[in-house]
């Protein structure tokens, strides 16, 4: 239309200047405006018949299952399948109670009749018990089948267990009483659906209650969380999803129970320092393992999961310790028949180090862009890189060794011959992802390796976050065996293979079982965009304290001024599938178990603990790699998957705990499917 505006005022123009007589002018005038309002009627119909045409062609191109008439139902089906699946018969019974609680929250004033669901929770009882085993998230029919083929051997309980979750899988509650957190007294605030509901409706107080004091790193005022306890703090995650559950319910089956069975849970938010020092969890753990003895007159088992690995490489030295557990340099030979590390983080993962620096990982970037969309909306990225950065027990899962171990600019142990790029550069940059403008000037990022990586990071955390990170953890790799024996009595050594030995328990068994055969994050893409002027941390003056007993001095590096930090973030505009790695939404993928990287899981085990720098006390370390073959109709992959989390309902791994538990554990020799001990042989060692 603004054409044909230009067109009248040109044509007024025109007919202005032009000299008639004025009968003419008159009559030219009215032919001439005739003639404009036909042009503007012609060209108006002519818009109107294109508009048309480009509706009905997006009509044309858009597909069925993108059109309203797919998506409603289709929304309207799956909400019924997963009240099929998650919800169960006895929930009914606490709807009224849900929405009374909610209704207080929002201060909405309204009667709601009491109203009797007992006949829907028959009917729903009823109409559950037909769906198929294999259909429920919660059992797919391999239902303690594990530990029926141990007692059919004649294979009974031997040793004590006790097993040991990894990060996010202990339920966490509230013990808080102040007003504004009392509704929520003793309700779950981690794991469960009240967490989802709370998470929904009431993010703010959420956030609030989870996220931990940043100076102490632990509890804010006002707010309590404790890890919940006993064997179903970590069974399930929440109704219909299962963690721990299929493995108790095989050791069930040969005679185990609560008297030779315990589940230790705990608090990950916190640094191992906070946990004995808030929770006195290693010393109740001590206490447990030393009553099993007592009571039983046997050694005990653990099998511990992920990070849960890590937590006990940091109790085997703080319980030798005379400072802290005082058991001697020969509890754990005293105390420990064998120890099982199920996908152990050992040497850290690299999704941690993303999500300290932008609050992303693969998980979040292979979002479609609806749920991105809704994502960044509704939990933004500063929130969660704010949320991480308090929790100081994700922090162990920093990587460990830098260049020597995860490769520098021009090599990896774990690279792929012909590779395009090196998995040595953790973190690399293709170009700003933003247009800078002439007052945004900086000069450009260089590609960089695990440690340039993890400087890098730090810079760009609050100065309350580094002193966490100094006070509690370590990263490097020790060579010198003295060093080693005295880094027995540094805490923040523990967590680290590379800088303790392991203990000197000769007869003591060690098992690292982990799945392979999963893409797994390994390195990063990233991307640049203007200088980020948002102040969204807490800051404190730097402190000098280098250590949690403030024996020695460490000066921390101030966080960058808002003037020289430039937001940063994965790329998740490129991929590329044909290249060696393979590029995903800004993420390269190596080996793994879909969470942890080969190197992490095995290097160790197959190396590291071979050679009498790291392990003087010559402990056989069995190695079994676990194939990922899940099975595709199948809910969570049936009995032959081997992700991270899966892995805990394998039948691979359930018979090989039952093996060791009940006295069998002669039989778990090593068995490799991936190239681990290549990879391991390429790590700089010495």
Known sequence: MSTLSQRIRTRSANHSEAAKPPFENEVGKEQDQAQVVHDMQLEA?????????????????????????????????????LGFILIQPSDFQDIHSNLLLLMEEYDISLRIPDIDLSRVELEWRRFRNNIPEVWKLNNDGREFKAGEAMKARGLTAHYPIVLVPGIVSTGLESWSTSPEYRPFFREKLWGGFNMVSQVIFNREKWISAMMLDPVTGLDPPGVKIRAVEGVGAASSFMTGYWLWSKIVENLAV?????????????????????????????????????????????????????????????????VESPEHGGGGSHWVENHIESYISIAGTHLGVAKAM???????????????????????RFFSRKE????????????????????????????????????????????????????????????????????????????R????????????????????????????????????????????APSMKMICVYGHGKETERSYWYAHGPHDHEESFVEVEPSTCAEPTDKCKHTLRPPLDSSFSRASWIDADYTQETTTPKVRNGVKMGEG????????????????????????????????????????????????????????????LNELILKVATGVG????DHFVSRIREFAQRVRWD
């Open 254 to 318: 040969v005679n185990y129970d609560t008297n030779n069975l315990h589940l230790a849970p705990y608090d990950w938010r916190l640094s191992m320092w906070n946990l004995e020092e808030r929770d006195g969890y290693f010393s109740k753990l001590k206490a447990t393992i030393e009553g099993f003895k007592k009571r039983q007159g046997k050694k005990t088992i653990i099998a511990a999961h992920s990070m849960g690995s890590t937590v006990m490489l940091y109790f085997f030295k703080w």
């Open 384 to 459: 969660r890189q704010k949320l991480f950065c308090s929790w100081a027990g994700s922090a162990s899962m920093w990587i460990k060794g830098g260049a020597d171990v995860w490769g520098d600019a021009s090599w990896a142990p774990d690279d792929d011959p012909g590779s395009s790029h090196t998995h040595g550069e953790l973190i690399a940059f293709r170009q700003a992802a933003v247009p800078l403008s002439a007052h945004d000037i900086t000069r450009p990022t260089r590609n960089m390796t695990a440690d340039d990586a993890s400087t890098w990071i730090l810079e």
């Open 45 to 81: 119909t002519q818009q109107a018949k294109l508009f048309d045409a480009q509706i009905h062609k997006l009509k044309k191109e858009r597909r069925f299952f993108a059109k309203a008439r797919f998506l409603f139902p289709l929304g309207i089906l799956l909400g019924i399948l």
């Open 461 to 504: 955390t609050p100065s309350t976050f580094q002193k966490m990170i100094w006070t509690n953890y370590s990263f490097g790799i020790e060579r010198n065996e003295q060093v080693l024996k005295k880094n027995a009595l540094d805490p923040r050594k523990w967590s680290n293979p590379l800088e303790v030995q392991l203990p000197n």
């Open 666 to 669: 002669h039989e778990v020799e």
């Open 593 to 652: 178990d879909g969470t942890v990287s080969l190197l992490s899981l095995g290097a160790m085990c197959v190396e590291g603990w071979k050679r009498p720098r790291w392990n003087p006390g010559g402990i056989k370390v069995t190695t079994v790699e676990l194939p990922h073959q899940p099975a595709p109709n199948i809910p969570r992959g049936g009995a032959n998957t081997s992700d991270h989390v899966d892995i805990l309902g394998s039948t691979g």
């Open 354 to 376: 993303a999500a300290f620096l932008s609050g992303e990982m693969k998980d979040t970037v292979q979002m479609n862009p609806a749920g991105a969309y809704v994502l960044e």
